[in-house]
Each structure stands twice: as structure tokens, then as C-alpha cells.
């Protein structure tokens, strides 16, 4: 049974760093074809999709965010970590993370809301 | 970055009755689009994978069909607990994007 589970702050000031760690189980991120990735969504609104990490450490960003983001992933402990530097009160949103297998997202977690504000 | 847009933004369909979502990509993506069900306050759910192949667990009446850059979910008859929001979402390329969505009410 494959579980995934966002864990990290509510609540974050503008400019500082977001830091949300994804633990699952179920499965080994050690397995070819294997990926976790990130996905967002603003209240009321569709869903972003922003990194994602491959079990050989192949690494995705999305254009848009690149600079701010960086994902890395810690096999032993079961668990993938996303950092976003310089938040903005628009980037309050719930944030998810995923299993995925290069076809789609077939797992998720329950998401975390993340609110930016001073 | 492939676009892919959602039509329409909002269905209202009869219980019973067909529901039609289409999905389209700004360029072709091949088969390699998944539909996806939310509901309020919960996490997307995978109902289709690969345009057409229904994930484990996913009733029979929902299905896909498309390849290239027109795809379509349908919902064969709607039932009650089919009130959501559906997403499409391309992984042909990175970035991985999703469409915009397409809400289904009850009528």
C-alpha cells in the first residue's frame, strides 16, 4: 500500500524559505522508473505542477519556478524535500506531493496549506 | 511548455446522463495524458492513464479516448458522487503541465 505524506510549516513570511518534506511508504524511490513530485494549488484554483525527482536523481523543475526551487531526495529515510526560497503571499497554496511512474501521478498525499503572510 | 486547455469550465449534466470533458494540447503529446477527479477538500485522484486506460479501482463508466492534442473523458452515466472537478494533465514533456479544469454539477 503506497502512502504519501506532506509535512512542514502553515504559515511563512514573505522572503523567507518554504521547506516540505514528502515521507511515504510503499514503495523504494531506489526503483527504476520511480518518481515523487511536487504539485500546487492556490485556493480556488487549478493545479501546478513544480518539480519532480527520478530514482537515478534526474531532476525537474518548472521554468517558471526554477530558480526558487530545489528538490532532493533521501532514500534511506523514504522521504523527498522541497525548498522554495523568496515566498510571496501568492504563492500560498496547498501543496502536494506524488508517486509518480513517468505515465501519471497515482498517489497522492493529503496536501498541507501553506499560507505567505507577514 | 506544452498548454493544455479544458472545456468546458463548468458542465451541469442530469444524473443518468452523459458527461463529455474535453482536454486539448497546444502541441501533440501522443498518449501520454491522465485524467484526474478532485473533489472539495481532497487530493486529485488518477482515473485515467495513457488517454485511455482506466486506473485500478475506477469504475467502468468513465473512460478516455483522444492521442495528439484532442482527448476526451467521458462519464457514460453520471452518477451523484461524480460531482468534481477534472483535470487533465500531459507527460509527454517537462514541464508537466495541467490543464485548467473542467467542473461537473448535478443538475
Redesign the interface.
Known amino acids: 500500500q503506497i502512502t504519501l505524506k506532506e509535512s512542514g510549516p502553515t504559515l511563512v513570511k514573505p522572503t523567507q524559505t518554504l521547506t516540505l518534506t514528502c515521507t511515504f511508504s510503499g514503495f523504494s524511490l531506489s526503483t527504476s522508473g520511480v518518481g515523487v ?1 511536487w ?1 500546487r494549488q492556490p485556493p480556488g484554483k ?4 513544480l518539480a ?1 525527482i527520478y530514482w537515478d536523481d534526474d531532476k ?4 517558471s519556478l526554477k530558480s526558487r526551487l530545489t528538490i532532493t531526495k533521501d532514500t534511506s529515510k523514504n522521504q523527498v524535500v522541497l525548498t522554495m526560497t523568496n515566498m510571496d503571499p501568492v504563492d500560498t497554496a496547498t501543496y ?1 506531493c506524488a508517486h509518480s511512474t ?10 498541507t496549506l501553506v499560507t505567505v503572510s507577514s | ?1 506544452i498548454v493544455m486547455t479544458q472545456s468546458p469550465a463548468t458542465l451541469s449534466v442530469s444524473p443518468g446522463e452523459r458527461a463529455t470533458l474535453s482536454c486539448r494540447a497546444s502541441q501533440s503529446v501522443g498518449s ?1 495524458l ?1 485524467w ?1 477527479q ?1 473533489k472539495p477538500g481532497q ?4 482515473l485515467i ?2 488517454a485511455s486506460t482506466r ?1 485500478t479501482g475506477i469504475p467502468a463508466r468513465f473512460s478516455g479516448s483522444g492521442s495528439g492534442t484532442e482527448f476526451t473523458l467521458t462519464i457514460s452515466s453520471l452518477q451523484s458522487e461524480d460531482s468534481a472537478t477534472y ?1 487533465c ?1 500531459q ?1 509527454y514533456s ?8 473542467t467542473k461537473v454539477e448535478i443538475k
Request: glycine fraction near 16%; hydrophobic fraction near 35%; avoid cysteine.
Open positions: 513530485g504539485i487549478a493545479l501546478e505542477w519532480l525537474r523543475y518548472s521554468p502536494y513517468h505515465i501519471a501521478f497515482d498517489y497522492w498525499g493529503q496536501g | 511548455e501520454n491522465a484526474y478532485q487530493a486529485p485522484r488518477l492513464y495513457g486506473a483535470y494533465q507527460s517537462p514541464p508537466l503541465t495541467f490543464g485548467g479544469g
